[in-house]
């Protein structure tokens, strides 16, 4: 959540625009894809999930779990079953029962969400226990992680990771290679307050360093030490960002934080730049944004985006999916907002409609609701009928605690 983007090349692209009134949610231009797989019966949503199956299914669990709702035992099933037998997750294994091999892309991100989906539902220490291990043991040396072992370290998938060792059960400040601590590699990543005090996703090719919103988004909450399945509200605070010659973890997540608040100050919302075309609403950093700044300084600190979502991201949410809901969910838990009135929309039934229905729900038309989505998806035979594949943005997914991408370039 932060966390953040998960696939490496993201589908179910969603392109945003913006009208003179409120944002619209347009269709991508460009021709779609046949599905490439059938989608098995335990996972949530109807979109290829090639490049986000685990993430989308990780988020859904933790969102459920954080209203009280108990995912169907084959959603759980699915996800759990997606591991590799060293612990590590892929995006999304069309054949589970098949033994993972050097083909097999595992990826950080994919696996430590998992870890937070499963943890959220209980059951799962040994799945869980196999997935640190494996995250342990591709920690870079300057204690953080890139999207795949050996890459280089990204604020976005330390982060990720990082709530992956708080939801197991552990302390991420002790978890250390080479002595370095997930801390320290997000605050060589953290800019000075002369450049406004974000982080960056990497640094470039030359070592410098540039001031993306979704890695900001993700290391604010890093730097507490949490994730999506704890992260909650803070105490209330002003965030500003304060300059220091040797900046600890806590003053670069409240740095960050400043860096967050201003860039939604006007209008309410992060924006987003695809290429050719103009600067557009992001509502999967929002929805991030208000994680990070309600965590860091109280709920109050995120009323203004968290606002506007309620009041434009409901058709976001629904071209999305599954992970579109469970970041509102998130964003709405972190603020003591109620997810099942949420401008007007109930964002627990409309996730739980998404995939099988859970064993609890919050009404007899809410599981009915579930049920009809599960049989459509049987009768349909697993095939959704749009698939669009994103190379590097991905705004359908929430492209933060919604993604991080596998080598993405930061974004601006």
Known sequence: MYV????AALAAVTVIGTASAAPAVAADPSPSASPSVALPAGLYGTGDPTYDGVWRQSLALVAQSRVGIQPAVKAIDWLAGQQCADGAFAAFRAEPAKACDARTMVDTNSTAAAVQGLASVGGHEKE????VTWL?????????????????SDANSTSVVIGALDAAGGDPAEVRKDGKSPSDALVKLALPCADGGAFAYQPDKKGKLAANADATAAAVVGTLGTGMLSVKAGEKKDVACAGASDLTAEQAGANGAAY???AVEKDGYLKSALAGAEDQPDYGNTADAVVALAAEAGAAAAQKPLNW???????WAAQSGPAAYAQL????????TDPR????????????AQGPAPRTATSESESE?????EEKQDDDGGVSLTWIIGVGLVGGIGIGFLLSTRKKNPRP
């Open 369 to 373: 609701s579930a049920k009809a989505s």
């Open 4 to 7: 953040r983007r998960s696939a």
């Open 128 to 131: 869980i226990g196999k997935a």
């Open 309 to 315: 979502l309620e009041k434009n991201a409901a058709q």
């Open 329 to 336: 969910i998130l964003a709405a838990e972190a603020t003591g």
């Open 260 to 262: 967050l608040a201003k």
């Open 136 to 152: 342990k043991s591709v920690q870079n040396k300057d204690g953080g992680w890139g999207y795949t072992p050996g890459g280089a």
């Open 341 to 352: 009135a949420f401008g007007g929309t109930d964002l627990v039934k409309q996730l739980n």
